[in-house]
Structures are given as C-alpha cells and as structure tokens.
C-alpha cells in the first residue's frame, strides 16, 4: 500500500443509491498534480472561450482547431438566463485537444478493500470501482489513449468536468425557468464522459458516469452492476438514456427514435421499468453508444442535443436566423387594429411594447396587443380577423441555430409558448418524447422547455404584411 503523505484530503463517494460518503486519499503536491497544466493528461481543465468553445490557446494563429460537435441543453434560446460563464452555459463547443487526454479498458481483478488499493489511490490512474460486498469488489483499471480526447459532463463543478449541467426548468411569462429553485437535484455530479475519436470526429462514444477530481468511479453495493463473459458493467442511479434520430437530423426528414440506456461500460440497453430500477433492461444488439447528428442525451433533470461538426456546417447559423427575422420585419406586417406595424424581436421581451407581435393559437393570426374580443373573466380573445376564440402569447423567434432541421423561413410557432421556428423544425420537436420524472415523457419547446399543448402543438402564423 502507498504510504500517505501527512496531508490527506476528503473525497465524495456514490454509493450508487443517492447516498455519499467521504473517503480519504492522499494529497499530493500541486505540481505534481495530474490536473496541473504541465500533465500530459489533464481532462481537469476545459479550453473555453468567450463564444463557447473548448480549445486552447497554444494553437498558432493560422491554425484553426478541429471541432468536433457541440452539447446544446434544451430549454434555453441561445443562451442561460443569467449569462452564460466559464463552464456554466447552454452549449458547450469541443475542440480537439491540444494532448489527448483519453483513456482506455486496460485490466480488471478482485479486491477486498476497494479503498485502500494501489489503482483507488493512486490519483494518477483511472479506475471504476465495482463493489459487490462489504468484502469484494471488483476494480477496473483503465489506461491512457492517446487516440482520443474525453469530455466530461455533470451538475459539479470540480476541475475534472467540461461541462457543468444544472436542471433545466421551464420558462414562465416573466422570463426563462427560475434556476434557483430550492430542490434537490436529479441530475449526478459525474454524470457521463465522451470519447471521440482525434483521428475521425464520427466516432463520438458517450459512457455513464465520470471520473471525480481522483479519477475514480464508485458503483457502491446498491447500483445495479453485472457480470458477463468475465467483464463487469452497471448502471449509475437514475441512468443515461440516450436516444438516436431515424434518418439525417439535418434536413428535416429524420424520425424519432427509441431511448435507451447507456452503462458506465457503453453498452446500449432497454429502459427499465422505472428511472432507478434495480433490473437493469435487455441489451440492444443493433444499436451503439456512438453519437449521431441530432442525437439527445437525457441526464435526468436536463436533456442535451448533440451536434456534430458535420451537421453543424448544414445548418443555419445565428446569422442567417437574424436575417430571416429581419426579412420578415422589412415587410412592414401591420396589426389590422391597431393599423400599427408590428417588430419580431431575436429575444424575449418582458414588457407589451407597441411593435410586439402577438399570435392567436387557435388560428395563427399574428396582430399587436390590444382589447378587441378580451372576454370577460376569460384568459381568451377573439380573433377579429376570423372571430375564432383562444388565448393568445408574444412571438419571439427561436434563435439557437442548433435545434433547427431545415433552413427556411420561420412560418410556424410553438403553442404556447410562441417561439418561431421553420415548419419542419416545429413539426419535428413536436413528435418529440422528451423523458419527465420517474417514467413519463412530454413534449416540449427546445427554445424554452414549456410542455407543448394541443394537437397538434403548433400553430401556422398568418402575417398581414407588405401592405404598401
């Protein structure tokens, strides 16, 4: 066994069942540090910039990095409401590495201290410990690949993770979901890690759970873990699913697909009966854990999208979005009451200005704000224009550039929240089961998460434009 050094630090352990529990490990010397800037593999620090990339900065000026794709949350409009900051945002761009930082299976075999072993201990190696018993557990040890590059993603903030993923909560009228709330969080601190590829971006590869600040992983007694064909597995506590797009995501005509978990080893298995089953699915031969263009990725408590480099370059960009809004604009749409002309905003505003767009859900008709056929007592209004009843909400346009399918006008809106988006786009999201609570699923806005409602749960605008 490692002799200690007289200073020893607290490190958070998951006993696979929600609890956590400390265990000490040795404190080495910040210099010698696996998370010091001078380790070959550093996955302790991501490369951001202020645009939300991950790269470095010892990239001459000429040499552009390789991008491999973004993690896009759903429920937010190119943005997080406070702003985003350092690892704290709504995507997170990756880059090749400057050094590959990646690591691979390498051998396994049975202990009956988990935490006093050499591979626990040893903050320079990577290991997932299994335990079976107060007395066994199996440790997994994993090696460098310099072949790779390995991102991290959880609710932590510790050096190890790239990208720090809060719960995601719906926005309200007066502004996107309150962040704040006062409940405990689903999603883990460690959640998932991907592997991609330095050689060929396609093969992205994600995995459950991810290594802590000891680069260790702790499947505790609890957790739902297996063994087959001498190699061991599981599952983390409230799971991974992931679920694959049917067809191209970029182009409008993909299909759902069927979610599925993803285990601490990359296998692709059924769901189980409830979030936190302890019986694990059945194992899915014909698909993988590489990610695909469209791809979502649900942590329990916030979904992600993930968008490849590839699919990205099909895709409109923010620019091209603003300028469809400003096509529409220089149309002069006008309110047929208030003979007013109206302006889509790129952002959500919180007061009823003059120029605010508003559409009736019922029928699509896009008018100012005014009092004409308010019924009393009621949230709804008649429509002047085909005298159809329903209530009506602010337009705003769908700007993250990354949930749209298609390029294209922005002809439709989501109901009720009033984001607008291309017609395929809408008609996509639409269809779209997004995992809510133990073991249901709802259909939601990506620019803002507001459950969809109606069927369907769009809306076609009708403009009154260009009346000169």
């Not at 000490?24 to 380790?39: I, W």
């Not at 626990?120 to 290991?127: A, E, F, G, R, Y």
């Not at 296998?267 to 009966?273: D, H």
Request: aromatic fraction near 8%.
């Amino acid at each position: 066994m490692k002799i200690l050094d007289a200073h020893r630090r607290m490190v958070i352990r998951s006993d696979g069942d929600g609890t956590e529990s400390p265990l000490l490990t040795e404190e080495t010397n910040p210099a010698d540090s696996p998370h010091s800037p001078n380790s070959k593999h550093n996955h302790s620090r991501p490369y951001i910039n202020p645009h939300g990339s991950s790269h470095s900065h010892q990239h001459g000026k000429s040499e552009a990095p390789t991008k491999y794709g973004e993690l896009v949350i759903l429920g937010y409009n190119g943005f997080l409401p406070p702003g985003d900051r350092g690892r704290r945002r709504s995507k997170f761009v990756l880059y090749r590495r400057p050094v590959a930082n990646g690591v691979k299976r390498s051998k396994h075999y049975v202990v009956k201290t988990p935490h006093n072993s050499q591979a626990v201990l040893n903050v320079k190696q990577h290991s997932i410990s299994y335990t079976l018993s107060r007395t066994q557990a199996v440790i997994v040890e994993y090696t460098e690949d310099d072949s790779t590059d390995m991102f991290q993603i959880g609710r932590s903030s510790e050096p190890p993770i790239d990208f720090v993923v809060m719960d995601t909560y719906p926005a309200t009228e007066s502004g996107p979901g309150n962040e704040n709330r006062m409940a405990q969080s689903t999603i883990s601190r460690f959640a998932c890690r991907i592997l991609t590829d330095r050689s060929n971006s396609a093969i992205t590869r994600i995995y459950a759970a991810g290594f802590d600040s000891s680069r260790n992983i702790f499947l505790g007694e609890k957790a739902t873990k297996w063994q087959e064909n001498r190699e061991i597995d599981g599952l983390t506590t409230n799971g991974i699913l992931i679920m694959h797009p049917r067809g191209q995501f970029c182009g409008g005509e993909a299909q759902c697909g069927s979610w599925r978990e993803i285990s601490v080893g990359g296998g692709v298995f059924s769901l189980r009966e409830s979030r936190s089953a302890q019986q694990k699915g059945n194992v899915v031969e014909d698909e993988d854990n590489v990610l695909k263009d469209g791809t979502l990725i649900d942590l329990c408590g916030a979904t992600l999208l993930w968008r490849s480099a590839e699919g990205l370059s099909k895709s409109p960009t923010k620019d091209d979005l603003e300028e469809l809004v400003d096509a529409i604009n220089a149309g002069r749409p006008q309110c047929p009451v208030g003979l007013n002309t109206l302006v889509i905003p790129r952002k959500a505003v919180t007061d009823s200005a003059q120029q605010q767009p508003y559409v009736y859900l019922k029928c699509g008709h896009v008018q100012g704000y005014h009092d004409w056929g308010q019924e009393k007592d009621k949230a709804t209004r008649r429509c002047p224009m085909c005298l159809c009843a329903g209530p009506i909400v602010k337009l705003c346009m769908g700007i993250e550039p990354a949930f749209y399918v298609d390029r294209g006008p922005p002809t439709y809106a989501f109901n009720p929240c009033g984001h607008m988006a291309t017609e395929k786009t809408v008609k996509y999201w639409e269809k779209v089961a997004i995992p809510h609570g133990t073991n249901g699923y709802i259909a939601i806005c990506p620019f803002c998460a507001v459950p969809l409602e109606g069927s369907p749960g769009y809306v076609k605008l009708i403009f009154q434009d260009n009346v000169d």
